[in-house]
């Protein structure tokens, strides 16, 4: 099994798992990963998916070894990583990368790609592709210059230095730090406080911001507004506002079904 997968308390954890490669990708295991995210956004019981890797590494990348294209490159690219990256954003669920150690290439660029991204304080970071005289792919040339701006971005695929955690804080490329010695538990247990949000509302603030982030200021106000609409329908939102009345904390009706 190239992806391992566990479900516990609505956290769907996809799990690499070529931990003697630091789970450099192959095509196979790309597209393993692709079809299990695109599974996960409509599993029932998944409220919220983590993808992180075993061993030391989260994701070396594209296995360097064993590459070869048969026909076309930028087809396989177009049905392997951009299908993996376009299930992780347009799927209905929050995605969790949790990087748990070293994330290069299309490595780094999977750990951008999470609608959250928690490190270890073993994560390493690096744009490796200039090394090999590649550009960014897996959505870097999209996801960096919007996290760091371009010319950090640029410098940062052009150098392919590697980063530690704290710089990782300090750019953006990560919105939470937690110990390597307890990472596993520390991601398990902020995925469920997630989890634990009312879903239907996640989902549509992941679609709003998604399309936000292309959108001019009036349609990205016009989509808020049609957006809105819908959350206002949702017994989740009933359940807020008596909750915010009578001093109590909410329970959303996802959470009483676990
Ligand atoms: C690996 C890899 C790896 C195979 C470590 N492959 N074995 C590319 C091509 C075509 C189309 C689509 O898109 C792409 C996208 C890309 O991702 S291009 C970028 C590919 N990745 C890289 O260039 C990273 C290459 N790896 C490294 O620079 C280092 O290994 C890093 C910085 C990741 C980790 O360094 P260390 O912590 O010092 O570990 P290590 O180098 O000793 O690696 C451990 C083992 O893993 C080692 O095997 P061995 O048998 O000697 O113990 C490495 O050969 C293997 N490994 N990355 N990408």
């Known amino acids: 099994m190239l992806i391992l997968q566990t479900l516990e308390n609505g956290v769907l954890t996809l799990t690499l798992n070529r931990p003697e490669k630091l789970n450099a990708f ?43 294209v048969s026909g076309s490159v930028e087809e396989t690219v177009q049905k392997t990583y951009n299908r993996l990256i376009l299930a992780i954003a347009n799927g209905d669920k929050p995605v969790i990368t949790a990087v748990n150690g070293i994330a290069a290439g299309a490595g780094a660029n999977l750990a951008l790609a999470g609608d959250i991204r928690v ?19 897996a959505g870097g040339t999209w996801s960096l210059p919007r996290a760091v701006g371009y010319h950090k971005a640029f410098e940062l695929a052009a150098l392919a230095e590697v980063l530690d955690p704290q710089t990782g804080l300090e750019l953006g490329l ?43 200021l009036e349609e990205s106000l016009a989509l808020e507004a049609r957006l809105q609409a819908q959350a206002f329908e949702d017994p989740d939102h009933r359940e807020g506002i008596s909750a915010f009345l009578e001093k109590r904390v ?9």
């Open 26 to 68: 192959t095509f196979e295991m790309v597209l393993e990963l692709a079809q299990a995210v695109e599974e996960g956004h409509s599993k029932a019981q998944a409220r919220v998916l983590v993808i992180t890797g075993a061993g030391r590494g989260f994701c070396a990348g594209q296995d360097l070894s064993t590459f070869s």
């Open 119 to 137: 490190w270890s304080s073993a994560a390493r970071f690096t744009e490796a592709f200039s090394s090999i005289a590649l550009i960014p792919d």
């Open 174 to 216: 990560c919105e939470r730090v937690f110990a390597a010695e307890n990472f596993a538990l520390e991601v398990q247990a902020y995925a469920e406080k997630i989890a634990a949000r009312p879903a239907n509302a996640l989902t549509l603030t992941k679609r709003a911001m998604r399309a936000g982030m292309t959108l001019r």
């Open 250 to 258: 909410a329970v959303f009706p996802q959470t009483k079904a676990l």
